[in-house]
Structures are given as C-alpha cells and as structure tokens.
C-alpha cells in the first residue's frame, strides 16, 4: 500500500442497511469498490476526490455490494475432486473416514471402524461408487437433519412461526436457505460437516422465520438463541465437504 495513502471511513445508508466503507486515497485515476470476505468495504480513489462524489458512487454499488456481503456470509468450502478409489478420503459428520473398495456382488455402504467399506460389484467403476456413496448420505442426512432441526425447533418455537419442512438438495453456494412458504432446503454437502456445524445452519436458516436479511436485527435473534454462533460458523467454513 502507498504509504502516503490517507485512509476515512464513512458509511451510506441503503434499504434500511447501513454500509460501512473505509476510502483509501491515493495516486489513482479511477476508482474501486472491494469487499473483503471479512465484509470490510475499501473504496480505493484518486487522492483529490470529493467525499460526496465517492459517497454517490458507493450508493450507485450498493445493490451489489449487498450482494458481496450475503455471499461472504455464507462462505462455502471449495469443493474436494474426488476419485472414489481405494484409501480416498471421504467425510461423514465431521469426522474422516477412508474408503475401502471390496467387490461384492451385493452394493452396500457401511461405516467400518476408519473406513468407508463400499461393496459392488464392479468397485473400479468410480461413478457407480459415487452414485452408491450419495445415496447413502442422502439417506443419512434424511435423518441427521430431521433431528437437528428437531434439536433446534425448541428455541425458536415460542415465537409463533410454524415449523418448516426440510428439502435437502445439492447446492452451489449455500449452505441452506428459507422460502417464503417455510420450506427449509439444506445443502446436501452439510451431512459431511458436524452436529454442531448441521446445527448452526438450521438454526441461521430457523431465525429467516423472524426476520427475512441479514439486518443487524437478524444477527441480534441468532445470537440470542445461539450466543456463539460466530465460532460454529468458522468452524462450518473451516470443515472439509
Ligand atoms: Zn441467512
């Protein structure tokens, strides 16, 4: 960074949302909008420019600034390329677990000891052992999911919102998310994360019931319900899927 940048803050009120930003000028023609995945916002700028131009430009970003924020708050893991082959390290819950291939002329799936003991009968063919391991998940996050929102209803249930169904699916950049009608969709990937981690998303998507963004009075219920929530969710960012 130029040493001889001055740096200010200010802040531009959007749709009931307050957006901090930090201005840091220096010897620059143009002007540029960051967000940083710990959701600070530097507007980099020429070193004369005039705070209430940079104010109006930062309003005319706002939409997509506020689009940034929401990505960063649900930070998702890059997905791990797997090959579905002999010793490959696969997750469940949490916890690690290798694959162990056996031909068998039964397909099953069983949690053994460390390993996943994966039976077939043609276990070099790596799509089918896919295809058998994501069933097994989906029947197991069927479950796990049920029961962690049943763990998590209980501190929300007082306050007069029905409690959702779940749909479990494969998703991009979420971990989970609330439809209007009360539908709660988790990520299908969340069943290799923890308990802990299943249970803050819920949660997280169990407090949209009483407020729909992620205002700062959202961040006030979760954290009323659930005090340490920031350290779950970099424990969930920090897992492996
Ligand atoms: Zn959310």
């Known amino acids: 960074m130029d040493l001889m940048s001055h740096c200010d803050h200010d802040s531009i009120a959007y749709r009931k949302k307050t957006i901090p930003f930090s201005v840091i000028r220096s010897d620059r023609k143009t002007m540029e909008i960051a967000v940083n995945p710990d959701k600070t916002i530097v ?3 020429p070193r004369y420019s005039d705070m209430d131009v940079i104010r109006r430009k930062v309003f005319r970003r706002a939409k997509w600034i506020v689009k940034q924020m929401d990505y960063f708050d649900q ?5 791990v390329h797997r090959q579905f082959i002999n010793g490959e390290t696969h997750f469940y819950m949490g916890k690690r677990y290798r694959i162990k291939l056996v031909e068998d002329l039964t397909p099953s799936v069983k949690l053994l ?7 077939g009968p043609t276990v070099k063919d790596s799509t089918q052992i896919e295809k058998q391991m994501n069933q097994w998940y989906l029947e197991k996050a069927i479950v796990q999911f049920q029961e962690s929102l049943d763990r ?9 919102y029905e409690k959702p169904e779940i749909s479990i699916r494969k998703m991009e950049k979420r971990w989970g998310s609330l439809s ?3 539908v709660l969709t988790l990520n299908s990937n969340l069943i290799k994360t923890s308990k802990a981690s299943i249970d803050y ?3 997280h998507e169990l407090c949209h019931l009483v407020h729909r963004d992620h205002s700062p009075k959202f961040y006030q219920v979760l954290s009323s319900i659930l005090p340490d929530w920031k350290r779950l969710k970099h424990h969930l960012e920090m897992s492996f899927v």
């Open 43 to 45: 507007v980099r700028v």
């Open 75 to 79: 930070f998702m893991p890059r997905p």
């Open 113 to 119: 000891g460390p390993f996943f003991y994966v039976t």
């Open 152 to 160: 998590c209803w209980p501190k929300v249930s007082n306050l007069g």
């Open 180 to 182: 209007k009608r009360g």
């Open 201 to 203: 998303v819920v949660t």
